[in-house]
């Protein structure tokens, strides 16, 4: 290989034109070669030593980028599959205004939320007490023996805040919309990701491979077994001779 001579311009166009289309004769005519012959020149120059070695290079080169493309979205489909859409966002359950409330009453968040509503009061009508209490945050845990909402509390939805997401959960989210009825979180579609990702690792089909190695081996085994056995006849004596088998 020390021998070998640097290509021509119109070599390495060659080379470049046959590793996009793996097609001598197209490279060939591409590179700027006389079209006439060049189902004929075009393979020929396949056999230059230098040429090869160019394509060898070239064909590694393109191996390895593509192999590392494949990494990567692999390992992006594993992320996906494995992300819990929990850490984004979630359904939960917390306590009515009346769950925690002294007494079961209506219970406040501050005293600031109770005097504004005494002061939003129409003239006439009696002020809301504080009777219940302060402190209300919809995170408590429901009182199972509330009369209000028998137990059940209040449904509310939580979002995470997406500057503190995990990796898989950020290849999980694809964004927020906001919508009539409010944010929406936008997400990878798991089921799919999962399906892709055992395409592409073929786990389905090293699965099945080592089912049948192990169906076959075990056969070979029963053939094996049986082979050996010893085979029990009853001899009968009016027998002229031995069997046939």
């Known amino acids: 290989m020390a021998n070998v001579r640097p290509l021509l311009p119109r070599q390495k166009l060659f080379v470049a034109e046959y590793l996009a289309s793996r097609n001598a004769t197209d490279a060939y005519r591409k590179a700027g ?39 990567d979205i692999v390992t992006k489909l594993e992320l996906i599959t494995t992300a819990d859409p929990s850490k984004l966002t979630g359904h939960h359950i917390g306590a009515c205004r009346y769950c925690r409330g002294v007494g079961g009453k209506y219970q406040w968040r501050t005293s600031r939320e ?14 809301p007490t504080a009777s219940g209490g302060f402190g209300y945050r919809r995170t408590l845990k429901v009182n199972p023996d509330c009369a209000e909402c028998d ?44 399906d892709q990702l055992a395409e592409r690792t073929g786990v389905f089909q090293k ?26 006849r009853k001899e009968r004596h009016d027998d002229k001779g031995p069997r046939q088998h």
């Open 33 to 71: 070669s006389a079209p006439k012959d060049a189902d004929v020149a075009g393979p020929r120059l396949l056999g230059n030593v230098g040429i090869a070695a160019a394509i060898r290079k070239g064909m590694d080169e393109l191996l390895e980028i593509i192999s590392l493309k494949v990494e």
């Open 114 to 127: 109770w005097m504004d509503e005494t002061a939003a009061a129409k003239k006439g009508e009696k002020p």
């Open 151 to 194: 137990g059940l509390g209040q449904a509310y939805v939580v979002f995470a805040d997406t500057r503190d997401m995990d990796p898989a959960e950020r290849e999980l989210f694809l964004g927020v919309k906001q919508t009539q009825h409010g944010i929406e979180y936008k997400m990878a579609d798991k089921a799919h990701a999962l």
């Open 207 to 232: 699965r099945d491979e080592g089912m049948v190695n192990a169906l076959a081996s075990a056969l070979i085994e029963i053939r094996a077994r049986t082979s050996r056995a010893p085979i029990n």
